[in-house]
């Protein structure tokens, strides 16, 4: 039962393809696939279903509906059921349109399996499954060649964070004989479970886009609108925040592990927030809000409440996976991601307010779910100290700052022109939804919201002040003023910066020159260099070794050859001539005896019978003869 939420989505994705004739049905059947996937990962979560079985070699794999996963489960395809409908609208008109929604419902599959996984082992096949899925989906419009190129540079990005996994797979095999996350419990060696921790967040951080590993959420921006919503919200992305909020009971012991996940995700959420403010690009905007907003759920985990990741985690998949979609439509009707030349918010009245739904969730605004949850981050925030209380408040502030100003330069009041008209019904059905969840999740404001989060997601919630949603409050008004200020004087767009400065702060901070600069460039003139040396040196070398040994060879035949065939011939002719020999002897004197002593008997025998005349007198001179021998030779003997 729990490999259901695996295999379902992964049959339907081939029904799909086969269903790729009938285009009107591509989208029905997706959606019913990814929401038949949420049913059965509900069955698997209230069950609390689990499942092992052995690979070989003694290694143990198995899938567990627990703890965090749990959640999980059920949000991957609920997510994606809003993201296959809405893609089925929205590139209605792709003839790959079949491919697409296969691969999606298989990247649903794989985080499924990423997420029920119980043991090292399972995870890092799913783990490179979901890496894989991403590359295939980034890529999809292949025929253009940046966009194979901006998938590459995803995939090498995150893989090379893949290696930690590997790492502490490793080290959790020499540690205990065994691959489960249960076998860490009480594991006493600092060094060998600081390895663990170590691979594990290399790993996590490359997957959700944290600090430096974060431009490479510019690369997967190539990728068509769905793939960017259902990437960033619910699936790859989430991996890394998933996979240390799953581990971090079993690495807490470590000293350093906490402190550098919670420093990692506050760099990355004042880092990722600013980028975002900065950018005049719609979906990098909010890449980099994606960034930031992961970077906040790590320092809940850090400051060990996993139930505050869990909570913003959730609130982040139904927010973002709008906004995305919403970006989606902007450059359908538009013609552009460029923030300074939209302002739809007339031209498309619905959208605006349903994006809006979805900004006012980013930007914390009670009484949205997005929030709530945000509440339970600043005050894990707190718990783990003042400063990292007062870093996040600022990244909340952001949050705020580039929430409004996105909405405002999207959908606020403006005449651009609309190439196309508006959007398709399963386009507005797929927003409709995600903004009514966002909506939904409010409820958690209601008294008890918080048992529902640390029952639901197995892990706690920090005790808040009441003065922390009053700074939180005051934070968004001032926010808000600024806008205000922003808006009333025309610099929106460039915040009143230089073009140089806000370039810098956009572009990830110089990050990805930094990265050109100091990895790539370094690197890709190294393999120039070891090019050259292999072909010239290298090269060299061998053809020189290969030309001595067929010269060798060949001085070696020329010398050894004669005398060895002239002994093969020697040693065949002695052969002969001894064959020749003996088939004489064996006609001429074995024959010749044995046909002697045949003639022989047959003289001997005719001459006997002879001695047959049948007369009796006959008979008694020859027995009289031999008596008389007889007495002769024994006289004789004696």
């Not at 419902?105 to 890496?131: K, R, S």
């Not at 886009?209 to 431009?215: G, K, V, Y």
């Not at 020697?570 to 020749?580: I, K, P, Q, R, Y």
């Given at each position: ?12 994705g ?12 591509l989208?029905?059947a ?57 893609a ?26 990423l ?51 590997y ?190 739904v ?6 914390a ?7 709530f ?11 783990a ?19 409004g ?69 005051g ?10 200020v ?9 915040l ?65 050859e ?64 031999g ?5 002769i ?6």
């Amino acid at each position: 039962m729990v490999w259901l939420p695996v295999l379902v989505p992964a049959l339907g994705g081939v029904l799909v393809l086969l269903l790729r004739g009938r285009r009107t049905a591509l989208g029905p059947a997706a959606g019913t696939v990814a929401v038949l996937t949420a049913g059965v990962g509900l069955w698997v979560a209230a069950t609390e279903a689990t499942g092992s079985w052995t690979w070989g070699a003694g290694m143990d794999l198995g899938l567990a509906a627990e703890g965090l996963s749990r959640l999980m489960v059920v949000l991957v395809p609920t997510i994606a059921a809003a993201v296959a409908v809405y893609a089925a609208g929205h590139l209605a008109d792709d003839p790959a349109l079949a491919r697409l929604l296969a691969m999606i419902l298989g990247f649903v599959a794989a985080m499924e399996l990423l997420v029920l996984a119980a043991d090292f082992l399972t995870l890092l096949v799913a783990w490179e499954l979901v890496g894989a899925a991403s590359w295939i989906l980034i890529g999809h419009e292949w025929r253009d060649a940046e966009r194979p190129r901006s998938a590459r540079e995803a995939f090498v990005t995150t893989r090379f964070g893949d290696l930690g996994l590997y790492v502490a797979s490793g080290a959790v095999f020499a540690l205990t004989g065994g691959f489960f996350f249960s076998d860490l419990e009480g594991v006493d060696d600092p060094v060998l479970l600081g390895v663990v921790a170590g691979g594990v967040l290399l790993a996590a951080a490359a997957k959700s886009a944290q600090f430096p590993f974060s431009p490479w959420l510019f690369s997967a921006m190539a990728g068509p609108t769905p793939v960017s919503a259902l990437l960033h919200s619910a699936t790859m992305v989430a991996a890394g925040a998933y996979l240390l909020a799953r581990l971090q009971p079993f690495l807490q012991p470590v000293p350093w592990f906490a402190p550098a996940v919670i420093g990692i995700g506050l760099v990355t959420a004042l880092a990722g927030g600013l980028v975002a403010l900065a950018q005049q690009d719609f979906k990098r905007a909010l890449a980099g809000s994606t960034s930031a907003q992961y970077g906040l759920m790590l320092v809940a985990i850090g400051a060990g409440f996993t139930g505050a990741a869990a909570g913003q985690l959730t609130a982040h998949a139904a927010f973002k996976s709008l906004l995305f979609l919403g970006a989606g439509v902007a450059l359908h009707a538009g013609g552009t991601l460029d923030l300074s030349k939209l302002r739809l918010g007339r031209a498309l009245p619905r959208v605006a307010t349903l994006f809006g739904v979805g900004a006012l969730a980013l930007a914390a605004v009670p009484p949205l779910g997005g929030a709530f949850t945000k509440e339970t981050i600043l005050a894990a925030a707190f718990h783990a100290g003042v400063w990292v209380g007062a870093g996040v408040a600022v990244a909340g502030f952001l949050s705020a700052l580039y929430a409004g100003r996105l909405h405002l330069l999207a959908y606020g009041p403006g005449d651009p022109e609309v190439r196309d008209g508006p959007p398709r019904r399963a386009e507005m059905g797929a927003m409709a939804f995600l903004a009514a969840l966002s909506l939904g999740l409010g409820l958690l404001w209601l008294p008890g919201g918080d048992r529902i989060i640390e029952r639901v997601a197995d892990g706690l919630l920090a005790e808040g002040a009441r003065w922390e949603l009053v700074l939180s409050l005051g934070m968004l008004v001032v926010a808000l003023g600024l806008l205000a200020v922003w808006w009333r004087r025309g610099t929106l767009v460039s915040l009143g910066l230089p073009d140089r400065l806000r370039g810098f702060v956009a572009g990830w901070w110089g990050l990805p020159t930094a990265a050109r600069a100091v990895v790539v460039e370094p690197v890709v003139g190294t393999s120039r260099g070891l090019s050259w040396f292999d072909w010239r040196a290298v090269d060299r070398v061998v053809r020189a070794v290969a030309a001595f040994a067929r010269a060798l060879s060949g001085a070696l035949r020329r010398a050894v050859e004669p005398v060895v065939d002239g002994f093969v011939r020697l040693v065949a002719g002695g052969t002969l001539a001894s064959a020749e020999v003996s088939r004489t002897i064996d006609d001429e004197g074995v024959d010749g005896a044995v046909e002697g002593v045949a003639e022989g008997i047959g003289v001997a025998g005719a001459r006997s019978r002879r001695l047959q005349t049948g007369m009796s007198h006959h008979y008694y001179t020859m027995l009289v003869i031999g008596t008389v021998v007889a007495m002769i030779v024994a006289a004789l003997w004696r």
